[in-house]
């Protein structure tokens, strides 16, 4: 399991280190998650994955990301995400589509904020 890194300034350096000093329990909520890897794809503008399902009482959440040459190399930073030029993602679970609308991405002049919203949703749900 890969854990993030958090840098925080002096100031909350300091804030921490009084907590800690103090011997008390910090609670650290997350989210259980799974890594599904998919090893390679075809060089074509369309791919149909279907992945296993399972059943969880909480409402599914889903990040789809995408990553090129970095797996086994210690050098490469693996919180970095690459764009491939997504210009459309739709996720069907159970017939149901997700999003609704196509999206019309275009990294190279950057619009994709539509993007940037729906994950900043996710985060705050």
Partial sequence: MRVPHVSVGIPQQLALTKILDKNVEILLPFRSWELVEFPSLSQTTRHTWPVKTIIKLE????????????????????????????????????????PCNDLFLDFKDNKYATLYEMFSNFRHS
Avoid: G, W
């Fill in 59 to 98: 409402t599914p959440r889903h990040v789809v990301a995408f990553q090129i040459n970095r797996k086994n190399k210690v050098t490469s930073n693996m919180s970095t995400f690459d764009n491939c030029n997504l210009t459309n993602i739709t996720v069907f679970l159970n017939s149901e589509r997700y």
